[in-house]
């Protein structure tokens, strides 16, 4: 693409203390992607996204956002840099509109967005009135949106967007980001999701305890996505253990004689020729759903050299 990336992490690593927040974390999102930050409670997310806004130095390594330093440039990222913290404190005596006032202060740039968004996510006048110490949390969540997307920014960082959000409001976030894509803007959008981010990004970056898992575009984790094979077995003694030979290696799953696992494509046939060495008298192959795909690398074991595959646009 040529351009400089939005994003571009380098060997980022945080600590805290003992406590690994991020490992070595590379990775590049390009100018106008929509890009998923997937990975299951612990795994740094937070971490990673608190460091690309400034709010954390990294121990090592680097972040560069927009082609700026986010600590050193902070004041000239803030007008092209929106963020939705995971978790939005607010002052609870300030109202909606004061709170908005407030934010457009800090990020340094008018907001031309903000009566639009305010509108299509349902947060009327009297509600902006109001003091968010009387808001419920999704209510919070939509300020928190507004907040984010008011001021127009080249680059939105969204942790955990759609928490707390009814399914007609997560369609106007859909649609936000949609139209976010359609103008160009890149967007990093943190979940534990899977659906979410299938919907909403066209890459999707994997994290796990703090280390990148890999990085691919969502088509692709559909197609890498495992099959599940369920076979019954013919003249099974009762009380004999049971056995499906080398496919034994997928941890099957037994009820009586009948067992269920689940295989990556690649090793399908293989996986097939040694069952059918055995007295099988039912076998049938599908498509695992896309959580499980998604599941499978929750659980692989982390490379041991922090890098990962299929990181590049
Ligand atoms: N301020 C902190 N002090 C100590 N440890 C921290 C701090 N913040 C995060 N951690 C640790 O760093 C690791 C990564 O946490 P982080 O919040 O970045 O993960 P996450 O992927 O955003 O998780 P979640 O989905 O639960 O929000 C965890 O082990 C967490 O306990």
């Known amino acids: 693409m040529g351009e400089t990336p939005a994003i571009e992490l380098t060997r980022l690593s945080k600590r805290y203390g003992p406590v690994v927040g991020v490992e ?4 590049a999102v390009e100018a106008g992607e929509v890009f998923g930050f997937l990975g299951p409670n612990g795994a740094g997310k937070t971490t990673t996204l608190r460091c690309l806004v400034g709010l954390l130095g990294p121990t ?12 050193a440039d902070h004041a000239r990222l803030a007008p092209r840099l929106g963020y939705l913290p995971g978790e939005l404190r ?3 005596e300030l109202t909606g509109a004061q709170t908005l006032d407030l934010l457009t202060a800090l990020q340094r740039a008018p907001s031309p967005r903000r009566r639009e968004l305010c509108e299509r996510l349902d947060l009327s006048d ?3 009135r109001r003091p968010v110490l009387g808001y419920s949390r999704g209510m919070k969540q939509k300020l928190g ?15 955990e967007p759609t928490e707390g959000l009814d399914p007609l409001v997560q369609e106007t976030f859909f649609a936000l980001m949609a139209e976010a894509a359609g103008a160009g803007r890149t ?61 034994d290696r997928w941890n099957p799953r037994w009820q009586g004689d009948r067992a ?30 896309l959580d499980e795909a998604f599941l499978d690398l929750y659980r692989d074991p982390a490379p041991p050299d922090g890098t990962a595959p299929g990181n590049a646009p």
């Not at 999701?193 to 559909?222: F, K, N």
């Open 187 to 247: 967007v990093l959008l943190s979940s534990h999701v899977l659906p979410e981010v299938q919907r909403a990004c066209g890459r999707v970056a994997i994290i796990r305890e703090g280390r990148l898992v890999t990085v691919e575009r969502v088509a692709s984790l559909r197609e890498a996505r495992a099959r599940r094979i369920r076979v019954t077995l013919g003249g099974l003694r009762p009380g004999r253990p049971r056995s499906l030979g080398d496919a």
């Open 260 to 289: 269920e696992l689940l295989v990556p494509p690649s090793d399908i046939t293989a996986t097939l020729r040694a069952l059918l060495t055995l007295p099988v008298a039912d076998i049938t192959v599908e498509e695992a759903g």
């Open 126 to 128: 009297r509600d902006l």
């Open 60 to 71: 090592s390594g680097h972040a560069r956002v927009l082609g700026l330093d986010p600590l």
């Open 90 to 92: 607010l002052y609870p």
């Open 24 to 27: 070595s974390l590379s990775l």
């Open 145 to 159: 949106l507004v907040q984010a997307l008011q001021h127009e920014p080249r680059l939105v960082v969204l942790d």
